[in-house]
Each structure stands twice: as structure tokens, then as C-alpha cells.
């Protein structure tokens, strides 16, 4: 037996599975229903207790943690388990996949995470969609122990991104013919958590990335480079001040700025803009975006980069629990707004050189709509290369 105790003192009882070891963190819930591999290893769920909406839970197993030619992982979105605990309706016992290698029982015992099954997600759910998501605690029940609320720690409090964050400049080159070629695509992507997919996606499309750290001075880089990156990661977006000074010196020296998720926050930030925590956040691979209209951008090479296309509506995956306040400074304007609550999703410079959105183009999990703007990012890096090697 296990229980969920969060910090009012309600209790949700189950079933133990994956690792027999206690935990706490900040419960949160994802409405997806399939991807649970790829988000449990998504560093931004560092520090949460994740809750799974859908009612069965690891019926196809987990994938094998085999590393790519470039050395991360090949099926996983980061090389290590972020989450804290795992919460479930239910765990399937059995699996079938042909991709899989174990269960998701065994793979959590591996990484040393604990899971409960047996839980009733939705009441679980409906308190934290009523009170917002809450600190919470994963109890192993061991004979008549109580369940009062000893001290939990809340993740919010640490600066979450410098320990996800690589620790050395890795640079990663499309393929090995690529190396030394000079008129290879590069890339700047500050890593403050960032899904592989992210680099897959740059990889696949013939960019050379050049990933740092979270608090890499962008004044170290020496070489040539077409465009800066910012990806996702977790926790609160103002403890990442040196991030955000390296966004600022980007934009001052008018490279081409794209972010992600975290990096939509942090580029509000840089610009003088605004963040603020969401009651319960967007977690899933189905929340649908809407496009602000917007036509007066330097054109550009699409309908994306000039504000042509107007009043789309995409489905997105999203893993985020802060969000940008819709008053930005001029000259910038919101892009994108979720269709649910009207949370901004994205924002740009009127110039169409800086933008950025708050879901996520790679996905894995969730849908696919949005990945078109890796392939728009890059027509503007292929089109801007003669300004940029000049400067």
C-alpha cells in the first residue's frame, strides 16, 4: 500500500509500484493519453509528482535507453527519469509493443521512482483544477503509521534549470560529412532542459548545434553562427537571470531568436515583459492554439514570419505551469493564444527576427502541427546568412 498525502492533508490511497521509497514535490496532472515514456523523462517535469488523467497506464511498455550517433538518447527525452512520483488509475500489468524492452513497473524501479496505482486521478484531478496545484507527498504505508503532513519541498524554490541544464559546450554536427563544412546551418541552443527532440528536430533538418549551458555567456562564442536558440525547462523563469542576460545580448546584436516554452517566458522577460504561475498549468498533447492576426511584419519567407496567416487554430503539446502576461513592451506583440483560457502561447517582434511560442513544435508526445516552425526558423537563418557572416 502507498499513499498520496498532499500538503492540505487529503489523502488518496493505492497500490505501490515502480521503486518502494518515499517522495515529495508539486503535483500536477497531464491529460495526454499516450507518451508517458517521453514525459517522465522530459526535464521539465524536474521536481513534480506527475498524475496521469488517462485511466490505463504503461499497456505498451517502455522503449530501450540506447543512445543515438550523437550520443543523447535515441527514444527518450532526456537520459534520466525527472519526475518525482507517478500517479495512476491504473498500471497495466502486462505490456506489448515492439519497440518495448520492460514495464513500466520495471523501469520505474530501475530509476529508483515511486509509483501509485489504484487512485481515483479525477477526484484527484477536479481538487487540483479547483485549489491549483498543490505540494504533495508519496507515503510508503508501513504498519499503522499516520499521515500527517511532515515539511515537503517545494521545487519552486531552487533554480530547477541549473540542474538539467548540460554542463559543457556539445557541439553536434547533422552528420559526419557535415563537420568541417563552413556553409553548415549553426545554431546557438541554450539548454535549460531541453528535450532531445529539440535537437533531433534541428539535427534532421541539417543544423549544427552548438548546445550550452544555462548560463553561458553568449559574448564567449567566437565562431560564426546563424541563429539562438532557447528551449524549455522547468520551475520559475526569473531564477534564470544569466539566460536572460544572454537573450538580451542576442537580440542586441539582432541575431535570430527562437523560443520554447521556457524560452517563450524568458524572452518576455528579457524584453521587459512579465510572467506569472498558472493555477494548474497546461500539461498534455491537446490543448488547441489560436493565431493572432497580425500583418504588418517585415516580410519574410512565409505566411508564419509575416503575420499572414492569421487566426489558425493548431493543437499542441504543452508541459508548462507559468506563462506570459499579455503586456509587452512596443514593438512586440502576442502570436499565439490557447483557446481554453486565453493564456498567451507565443510572442514576436515586429521586425519578425524574434519570436517565440509556448508549446511545443517537436512534441513527443502530442500532436504535430506546430513543428513547421523549426522549417520557418531555418528559411530565415538560410536567408539572413549574409547579414549574419558579415557581422
Known amino acids: 500500500m502507498a499513499q498520496l498525502i498532499l500538503s492540505d492533508g487529503t489523502t488518496f490511497a493505492g497500490q505501490s509500484f515502480g521503486a518502494v521509497v518515499d517522495s515529495d514535490g508539486e503535483v500536477v496532472f497531464n491529460t495526454g493519453m499516450v507518451g508517458y515514456p517521453e514525459s517522465l523523462t522530459d526535464p521539465?517535469?524536474?521536481?513534480?509528482?506527475?498524475?496521469?488523467?488517462?485511466?490505463?497506464?504503461?499497456?505498451?511498455?517502455?522503449?530501450?535507453?540506447?543512445l543515438n550517433e550523437w550520443g543523447f538518447s535515441k527514444n527518450m527525452e532526456s537520459e534520466e527519469i525527472h519526475v518525482r512520483g507517478v500517479i495512476c488509475a491504473q498500471v497495466s500489468e502486462t505490456y506489448s509493443h515492439h519497440a518495448a524492452t520492460m514495464s513500466l513497473d520495471a523501469w520505474l524501479k530501475k530509476h529508483g521512482i515511486p509509483g501509485i496505482t489504484g487512485v481515483d486521478t479525477r477526484a484527484l484531478t477536479k481538487k487540483l483544477r479547483e485549489h491549483g496545484v498543490m505540494l504533495g507527498m508519496i507515503r510508503q504505508k508501513k504498519g499503522t503509521e499516520g499521515t500527517e503532513v511532515t515539511e515537503i519541498d517545494d521545487p519552486n524554490k531552487r533554480n530547477l534549470v541549473a540542474?538539467?541544464?548540460?554542463?559543457?559546450?556539445?557541439?553536434?554536427?547533422?552528420?559526419?560529412?557535415?563537420?568541417?563544412?563552413?556553409?553548415?546551418l549553426t545554431v546557438i541552443a541554450y539548454d535549460c532542459g531541453m528535450k532531445r527532440n529539440i535537437l533531433r528536430s534541428f539535427l534532421k533538418r541539417g543544423v549544427r548545434v552548438v548546445r550550452v549551458p544555462w548560463n553561458y555567456d553568449l559574448d564567449l562564442y567566437k565562431e560564426n553562427y546563424d541563429g539562438v536558440f532557447f528551449s524549455n525547462g522547468p520551475g520559475d523563469p526569473k531564477t534564470c537571470v544569466p539566460t536572460i542576460n544572454s537573450l538580451q545580448k542576442a537580440l542586441k546584436k539582432n541575431k535570430l531568436t527562437f523560443g520554447i516554452c521556457l524560452g517563450n517566458q524568458l524572452m518576455a522577460l528579457a524584453v521587459g515583459g512579465d510572467t506569472y504561475k498558472l493555477k494548474y498549468g497546461h500539461r498534455g498533447g491537446n490543448q488547441p492554439c489560436i493565431?493572432?492576426?497580425?500583418?504588418?511584419?517585415?516580410?519574410?519567407?512565409?505566411?508564419?514570419?509575416?503575420?499572414?496567416?492569421?487566426?489558425?487554430?493548431?493543437?499542441?503539446?504543452?508541459?508548462?505551469?507559468?506563462?506570459?502576461?499579455?503586456?509587452?513592451?512596443?514593438?512586440?506583440?502576442?502570436?499565439?493564444?490557447?483557446?481554453?483560457?486565453?493564456?498567451?502561447?507565443?510572442i514576436r517582434h515586429d521586425s519578425g527576427r524574434f519570436f517565440a511560442v509556448?508549446?511545443?513544435?517537436?512534441?513527443?508526445?502530442?500532436?504535430?502541427?506546430?513543428?513547421?516552425l523549426?522549417?520557418?526558423?531555418?528559411?530565415?537563418?538560410?536567408?539572413d546568412r549574409p547579414?549574419?557572416?558579415s557581422g
Not at 306 to 331: M, W, Y
Request: aromatic share 10%; hydrophobic share 30%; glycine share 10%.
Open 44 to 66: 521539465s517535469y524536474r521536481g513534480q509528482i506527475l498524475t496521469f488523467t488517462y485511466p490505463l497506464i504503461g499497456n505498451y511498455g517502455v522503449p530501450g535507453e540506447e
Open 387 to 389: 547579414s549574419l557572416r
Open 374 to 383: 523549426f522549417d520557418e526558423f531555418i528559411a530565415l537563418m538560410k536567408k
Open 358 to 372: 509556448q508549446f511545443h513544435p517537436e512534441a513527443t508526445p502530442g500532436p504535430e502541427d506546430a513543428n513547421y
Open 291 to 346: 493565431e493572432v492576426p497580425f500583418h504588418t511584419l517585415t516580410p519574410g519567407p512565409s505566411p508564419v514570419a509575416t503575420g499572414e496567416g492569421g487566426n489558425r487554430c493548431i493543437i499542441t503539446s504543452q508541459n508548462h505551469g507559468f506563462a506570459v502576461s499579455d503586456k509587452l513592451p512596443e514593438g512586440w506583440r502576442v502570436w499565439w493564444k490557447n483557446a481554453n483560457d486565453g493564456s498567451v502561447e507565443g
Open 163 to 184: 540542474d538539467v541544464s548540460c554542463k559543457d559546450v556539445i557541439t553536434y554536427d547533422p552528420s559526419p560529412a557535415s563537420k568541417n563544412l563552413p556553409d553548415t
